[in-house]
């Protein structure tokens, strides 16, 4: 009755936020019928079967979820469980109702992926989509779970698990080669070509579903053992504050305190970008550039410019996720230090420069990998463009904490940046933006960054005004919203 009781309070807690079940509609949406025809095609180029990933959609969308969502559970209830079992709970009780939660929220994930997967193309083969969806949920239940252990900052929790989803699906068997000897041991591998009825052929005596159950049930008990640390781990944090230099020399302190964050700022660049170099098949592509005042079609070859092209989509989902936690894991230091006598502007400089340098820091790290596969034309054109990107959308990181929160303000700032700059703007896709997608956030700098990368010459000052113009109603917003929060 008690882990009855406890797991009932913890799906409450769960449903208390409303941007919690908005954002349970809100994924499986956004990647099962909205982007899964576009990365379809975009799979077909780079070596993968195309349909079938309108089919694993269902399964990446509930692994993100459950990913995201165990991680939070498990952070934010760290020290309530300790000061649980201190008095007296039996540790194994506890143990149980969480597991039984994250799987509740596996389930809950999962159906709504399914939901959206029949509205979109309907179900072939519902028995084998079901139990693979819920397999990618568990498999991500426990890889959330071991993150919220390890990784105790919530940015490098979060790019951490983000992280292992991207190299997962873009490089998995449903987008990339299924043949790849590397990709082999994804967590997800055998369960998408289950899944998607594409038999390996590589399985051996167990087989593609014999090696999918292994890594569900070894999900399970990873996830088992480590919730039950949880229980036994404890940490203190500290903090000070003062006027803008002790701010910003805090603020910088705690960055330099985290060396999961740097290197996830090397490894995640390195990944993305040079495997993108590496994977790319040999072909053409066309995009429509302005060049000398002229617009004009240009024909590339695509492994020369594929790894300058996602180079934004590190920059601005990193950058995106750096403005969301600066503001939100000084929240309360902020609003203590305001009731304090602190000066909001010099606290919301302070902050801002932090969020400047993270800015600078990943735009540099990123663009560091990026020369070693790409050269692009104009080099300083195209640092400037990366740099308006990532200024950009950490911005837009700073409005969505206060807003949103840590566990839906994850979601949505993967969201948008995957949909602006991945799927709107990225020319694997199309030649030139929708019209629709020139007022995105992304439009502006994304022309200006295209325009430095392909072109001999500068053109795209309309698109360099619109940039900054996001970049300045962004950043007042982003001022109203944090002179609100800490009052």
């Known amino acids: 009755m008690t882990t009855v009781l406890f797991v009932r309070r913890f799906l409450t807690e769960y449903a208390r936020n409303p941007v919690n079940l908005l954002v349970l509609v809100l994924v499986p949406v956004v990647f099962v019928v909205v982007a899964a025809g576009s990365m379809a095609e975009a799979a077909k180029l780079l070596g993968g079967t195309g349909p079938s990933v309108e089919t694993a959609a269902a399964g990446w969308a509930a692994g993100f979820l459950a990913g995201v969502a165990m991680y939070f559970q498990l952070r934010a209830a760290r020290a309530a469980d300790r000061r649980l079992v201190l008095a007296g709970l039996p540790s194994a009780r506890l143990v149980a109702a969480r597991m039984a939660t994250g799987l509740a929220l596996a389930v809950l994930v999962s159906a709504a992926a399914l939901i959206a997967l029949a509205a979109r193309t309907g179900i072939d083969a519902p028995g084998r989509v079901v139990a693979g969806t819920l397999m990618f949920a568990v498999i991500y239940l426990a890889i959330g779970a071991l993150t919220g252990v390890l990784v105790r900052n919530p940015v490098n929790g979060t790019v951490l698990i983000l992280f292992v989803w991207i190299m997962d699906v873009f490089f998995g068997p449903a987008i990339g080669s299924p043949d790849r000897l590397a990709t082999r041991w994804f967590p997800t591998h055998f369960v998408t070509l289950w899944m998607v009825d594409l038999p390996s052929r590589h399985g051996g005596r167990p087989g593609d579903l014999g090696w999918a159950s292994t890594w569900t049930l070894g999900a399970l008990l990873a996830a088992w053992f480590v919730v039950t640390a949880t229980t036994r781990v404890a940490h203190r944090g500290t903090g000070r504050g003062g006027q803008f230099t002790t701010g910003l020399r805090m603020g910088l302190r705690d960055y330099r305190r985290n060396p999961v964050l740097w290197v996830l700022l090397i490894v995640v660049p390195v990944v993305f970008i040079w495997l993108a170099k590496v994977i790319t098949p040999d072909g053409r592509m066309v995009l429509s550039l302005v060049d000398n005042g002229q617009e004009s079609s240009f024909s590339f070859w695509l492994p020369d410019v594929h790894a300058g092209t996602m180079t934004p989509i590190a920059i ?46 990943v735009t540099a790290a990123s663009l560091s990998v990026t020369a070693t596969v790409f050269d692009a034309r104009q080099w300083g054109v195209y640092a400037g463009g990366n740099v308006l990107l990532a200024a950009t959308y950490a911005l837009l990181g700073v409005c969505l904490g206060p807003i949103f929160g840590r566990v839906s303000g994850v979601l949505i700032a993967f969201l948008v940046p995957f949909l602006d700059i991945g799927i709107a703007q990225s020319p694997m896709l199309r030649g030139e933006p929708a019209a629709w997608a020139r007022f995105l956030p992304g439009y502006g700098a994304d022309r200006v960054l295209l325009d430095g990368a392909l072109t001999a010459t500068f053109d795209e000052w309309r698109a360099l005004l619109l940039g900054i113009g996001w970049l300045v109603v962004l950043g007042l917003a982003a001022a109203r919203l944090f002179r609100r929060s800490p009052a």
């Not at 929240?331 to 010099?346: I, K, W």
């Open 316 to 361: 601005g989902s990193l950058a995106t996720l750096a403005g969301l936690f600066v503001v939100l894991d000084a929240r309360s230091g902020d609003q203590r230090l305001t009731l304090a006598g602190f000066r909001t502007g010099a606290l919301l400089s302070s902050r801002l420069t932090v969020i400047g340098f993270a800015v600078l820091l």
